[in-house]
């Protein structure tokens, strides 16, 4: 069991009343919706501001992409993934590794920006990496180089499959991937949401 603490917080009135109307429509208790808030916000919130990250509509992002050339998509997203989520991933988890830009697909980029749905499996001698965005074919191309340029930088050779909508990378690393996470039961008030579907994302 992961440690849990007590504490007593004073909020406003106006949120005491959202909150048991959140909790009566989604049939769950108030203690949980106050912990995932309080987990996004030191996970994602607390770090994305002062980031820079904003939010567009997600079809206004799949527009976006229609508009330009595959070789466009291509070059934005290896110079997103050699600058931008560098910089990203050495600003959220203090240093650039494969643990935590594995970390920042699944945390960063698919449970709180909602950029693509995350999923990882090890098979044999390499990680089977899935990022399933449902922004067409040029979302694809430009999640394909930034995926290439980013491991590139970490010297793990990365094999790419393209589809309309999703990408799918098989990693060659020497030793299997590990998630990270303590052994045992979790409290449900300590997990994270679960990834839902969203009207907005965050580029």
């Not at 067409?136 to 793990?156: C, I, M, N, T, W």
Request: charged content about 30%; overall charge negative; some cysteine.
């Amino acid at each position: 069991m992961k440690r849990v603490e007590t504490r007593t917080l004073r909020i406003d009135t106006e949120v005491s009343e959202q909150l048991d109307e959140l909790a009566e429509r989604d049939k769950i208790s108030v203690n949980v919706i106050a912990n995932q808030a309080l987990r996004k916000h030191v996970e994602y919130d607390a770090y994305a501001e002062k980031f820079g990250l904003v939010t567009i509509p997600r079809g206004l992002l799949k527009t976006l992409f229609s508009l330009i050339s595959d070789e466009q998509a291509r070059d934005l997203g290896r110079k997103s993934g050699e600058h931008t989520w560098v910089a990203l991933v050495t600003f959220w988890f203090k240093k650039f590794n494969l643990e935590n830009v594995l970390k920042s697909f699944e945390r960063v980029a698919s449970r709180y920006n909602r950029n693509f749905e995350y999923e990882s499996s090890h098979d044999g001698q390499f990680l089977v990496v899935i990022l399933r965005h449902d922004c067409g074919p040029r979302a694809s191309a430009f999640y394909a180089e930034f995926v290439k340029s980013v491991f590139a930088l970490l010297d793990v050779k990365v094999e790419l499959e393209e589809a309309e909508d999703q990408v799918v990378a098989k990693l060659f690393v020497q030793k299997p991937y590990e998630q990270l996470t303590e052994k045992g039961v979790t409290p449900d008030e300590l997990k994270p949401p679960y990834a839902q579907p969203f009207p907005r994302q965050v580029v």
